[in-house]
């Protein structure tokens, strides 16, 4: 292991956006390792060309395709790949060049062919050193080979990981598409039906009928049953019309088919729909504009993670070793064996032809039958009710803290849900202030509608803290409306506005009832959870600013200091500063020092004078009181002369601001589910907790309220631990080559 590898990558079968960020990843990790690199273009069938198909990569020649959707190495079908022969000449190629490591970035296809070379590469060491086309020293030498896979699939497909590369990206294709098309839907009372991607896999479909509000969804998952689910459809879409819905969404999986086997086509829905309704009905079919356009900025920063993790493995693993598939749970990078995750998906596949859907569902996981459960509600038209002796609960739910994306899909989810166990919902305007002058109304089950993709808080939101009689007036509110439990969605103002509230229990009465805090802030600075609703489209609105400005400064060799928000946490500039790509990421939990801008400067002068056009650094909006983004651009205007320009940009409240990306819906429909059916089970057994919800380490947890002071900086508005900053080795080593090598 002390020895140098040699690491070749290659992309292969459908292209998935994400890919390029991929290869850069191990390409750059490779490099600082101080091991040899090689990309190998148009998959398979470059490595058994060879030649010029195989190229050894430099830190530089990754340079500029972080942002570009596709593989700029290429993807190509190779019959000569599926013949011993073409596979053995593929092993000479390999060994010709040194190389006893394979990072291959594809589906379950490519991966199990890349296992099957890794599996006769003995028999072809021994072929060719027989044949007299590699001596026995080589032989010895590369008697097996190291494999690891990372998966690019859009259609999310892969056991063994929660999300494959390319999958969000394609998601958020779909969800624009949709939101777009529900507007001129809505203009004319028009039913559209829309077809996505996934031929055995319902994800993309499943997901983006949560993430936009659908009327109806196919998946190949759950098939319905022939001659029933028209009129089921039908039935749904006439109450939808019935209860003011002006717009009709029907998606459908490519792969759905009913319980026969049959195919369910996107015209056969139309004629049904137009047949039996008597409306206008058209077709999109979304194609490969799904798989088209840059990556989001989860495919990018995630899949960097996923890349440098490879060559990690690598260093650390014996060639003979078995493959290793590098994967994602929640927020964490994970590896698991390779032909086990590609045999549970083979597997999941045969379930779904033998009619087990039962099975295939539990195999999907978790994450994906519990969505698919919280879909089944929200198509619903009106709720189903609760038991006649059941107690009918009285829930309150307000918004705290600044404006996020995701903030009214979470207050949506949760109304529907209360309303659905038989509840009364109360929505709170204007957060805190509302509770204190007693501004709220019932939420009926059509007063959320069209919530689930619009931006900004639609209840009303701000950070004003409590303080003098506020909760007197709060305690009155509550004993008046009979408020029996409390829902906040927010960030670290509305966490304080409820800590304050579970702090003066002994002397309220009326606080003696279940609260629970849904984390909801761009800034990602909440305890208790890896991720906050809204701080994914804030990430996305910074990586699409600064793509543009990107364009703009290599035309006219240019340095920016790009401004973000974030306050006193360093998430957004951080994983924003991987997904661009910045050369630099100015935190306030690291501070800046005038050595620091020196060496930068230093930095900044060499790369350009080498022949650079572009310099991007990415500065958090505290991370130093003194050394501003002004400040920092002055100076290396003035030191940089004549070789570069430099221009500041602080990108403000645009990051706020938006519609929620599909990443931060999902989250946002998933926790306010779980809480709101946490406060349901709470007030029914007469229990009071108070407690915020979040994501750690792959689980869902309630964390109890009275552990808020010892897990939070209060000074600074930050968590105590910051996951994020585990990844700054990486942010070092995407941005720079190692000591003493060129740009």
């Not at 935190?587 to 930068?600: A, F, M, N, S, T």
Request: hydrophobic share 40%.
């Amino acid at each position: 292991m002390s020895e140098k590898k040699s690491i070749a990558v290659l992309t292969s079968g459908g292209d998935a956006q994400g890919m390029n960020p991929a290869v850069r990843s191990v390409v750059r990790a490779a490099v600082h390792k101080g091991f040899d690199v090689y990309t190998i273009y148009e998959g398979y069938k470059g490595m058994i060309l060879g030649g010029d198909y195989i190229k050894k990569a430099g830190w530089s020649s990754v340079g500029g395709i972080l942002h570009k959707g596709g593989t700029s190495i290429g993807s190509a079908r190779s019959d000569a790949f599926r013949t011993v022969e073409g596979r053995q000449q593929a092993v000479e190629n390999l060994i010709s060049r040194g190389i006893d490591a394979l990072v291959v970035i594809g589906g379950d296809g490519s991966l199990t062919g890349a296992n099957l070379l890794r599996q006769e590469w003995p028999d072809h060491v021994d072929a060719l050193l027989s044949q007299g086309k590699i001596d026995k020293a080589r032989a010895e030498k590369y008697r097996s080979i190291f494999l690891t896979g990372l998966v690019g699939s859009i259609d999310n497909d892969m056991c063994g990981t929660d999300m494959t590369i390319g999958a969000d990206s394609a998601l958020f294709r779909i969800t624009e598409a949709v939101d777009a098309i529900i507007s001129t839907a809505a203009s004319h009372q028009r039913t559209f039906v829309i077809k996505v991607m996934g031929r055995n896999c319902g994800y993309l479909a499943l997901m983006a009928g949560l993430s936009c509000g659908a009327d109806w969804v196919l998946i190949p998952e759950d098939p319905p049953r022939p001659g029933e689910w028209e009129d089921h459809m039908c039935s749904l879409l006439r109450a939808g019309r019935a209860a003011g819905r002006r717009d009709s969404i029907v998606i459908v999986a490519e792969g759905a088919r009913d319980t026969e086997g049959n195919p369910i086509g996107s015209t056969y829905i139309k004629e049904v729909l137009e047949e039996r309704l008597g409306e206008d009905t058209r077709i999109t079919i979304l194609g490969h504009v799904q798989r088209g356009g840059a990556p989001s900025a989860y495919d990018r920063y995630m899949t960097t993670l996923l890349g440098c993790t490879a060559v990690e493995k690598i260093d650390s693993s014996l060639p003979s070793d078995e493959p290793l598939l590098i994967g994602v749970q929640e927020n964490d990078v994970i590896t698991a064996p390779l032909m086990q995750c590609v045999q549970d998906t083979h597997h999941i596949r045969e379930l779904i032809d033998a009619g087990d859907y039962v099975k295939a569902m539990e195999l999907r996981g978790g994450g994906f039958a519990e969505a698919y459960e919280t879909l089944k509600v929200m198509l619903r038209t009106l709720p189903s009710g609760a038991p006649r002796d059941q107690r009918r609960l009285r829930i309150a739910i307000l918004h705290g803290g600044g404006p996020a994306a995701g903030m009214n899909t979470a207050a949506l989810t949760a109304i529907r849900i209360g309303l659905d166990h038989g509840h009364t919902m109360l929505g709170v305007s204007d957060s805190f202030q509302g509770l204190i002058r007693g501004k709220m109304k019932e939420m009926d089950w059509m007063s959320v509608g069209g919530w689930v993709n619009i931006g900004g808080a639609e209840l009303g939101t701000n950070r004003k803290p409590l303080s003098g009689t506020d909760y007197y007036a709060i305690a009155r509110t509550i004993e008046e409306q009979k408020i029996d439990a409390l829902l906040m969605i927010g960030g670290w103002s509305g966490y304080q506005g409820i800590y304050d509230m579970y702090k003066r229990r002994s002397d309220f009465s009326a606080f003696n009832i279940p609260m629970v805090c849904l984390p909801a802030t761009i800034n990602n600075n909440l305890p208790g959870t890896e991720r906050s609703v809204g701080s994914d489209t804030a990430l996305n609105n910074i990586v699409q600013v600064v793509d543009k400005i990107k364009q703009s400064a290599v035309a006219s060799k240019r340095c920016f200091v790009v401004e973000v928000m974030g306050r006193h946490c360093g998430f957004l500039a951080l994983v924003s500063g991987i997904a661009t790509g910045a050369e630099r990421v100015y935190l306030h939990e690291e501070g800046v020092k005038l050595r620091d801008l020196q060496k930068d400067l230093e930095n900044l002068v060499e790369g350009f004078s080498e022949g650079k056009r572009l310099g991007l650094m990415i500065r958090n909006e505290r991370a130093n009181s003194l050394y501003t983004t002004g400040f920092m651009a002055a100076l290396f205007e003035e030191e940089g002369g004549d070789l570069f320009d430099v221009r500041q940009a602080i990108l403000g409240h645009l990051q706020q601001g938006g519609d929620p990306s599909p990443y931060d819906r999902i989250l946002a429909i998933r926790l306010a589910r779980l809480c709101t059916e946490y406060l349901i089970k709470e007030c029914l057994d007469n229990n009071k907790p108070a407690s915020f919800i979040g994501l750690q380490k792959g689980k869902v947890e309630f964390v109890d309220m009275a552990r808020w002071p010892e897990m939070v900086d209060n000074e600074f508005q930050r968590p105590q631990k910051q996951w994020w900053m585990n990844l700054r080795y990486i942010a070092k080593m995407m941005s720079a080559p190692p000591e003493g090598m060129e740009y």
